[in-house]
Nanobody, 123 residues
């Protein structure tokens, strides 16, 4: 059973920071690359970032490069998304999921998702 649980969302002012966490199991981290996605109301889901199983490669959406950092802690069985310099357009529900993460891009693998965590960037 693959389970993913996001946490860390909230309300933050423009320019602020948040760190999202995706808690899962060791077996999931050993098997899958993990990605972060977001979906704003009335908009399509966007791929944000992904990290491969052995932590040797990360991939980012162009609009978050230099602001967001994805990382993983294989001891705590968590994947993080550090978000800095947040903008109102970053407002969305953020999800982690199991993915294929390659230099050519990321895509969902086996369709395992967390329940999402709301991020709101507003003054």
């Amino acid at each position: 059973q693959v389970q993913l649980v996001e946490s860390g969302g909230g309300l933050v002012q423009p320019g602020g920071s948040l760190r999202l966490s995706c808690t899962t199991s060791r077996s999931t981290l050993d098997t899958y690359s993990i990605g972060w996605f977001r979906q704003a109301p009335g908009k399509e889901r966007e791929e944000i970032a992904c990290i491969v199983r052995d932590d040797t490669m990360t991939l980012y959406r162009e609009s978050v490069k230099g602001r967001f950092t994805i990382s993983r802690d294989n001891i705590k069985n968590m994947v993080y998304l550090q978000m800095n310099s947040l903008k109102p357009e970053d407002t969305a529900v953020y999800y982690c999921a199991t993915v294929w993460c390659r230099r050519s891009g990321m895509r969902v693998r086996d369709d395992y998702w967390g329940q999402g965590t709301q991020v709101t960037v507003s003054s």
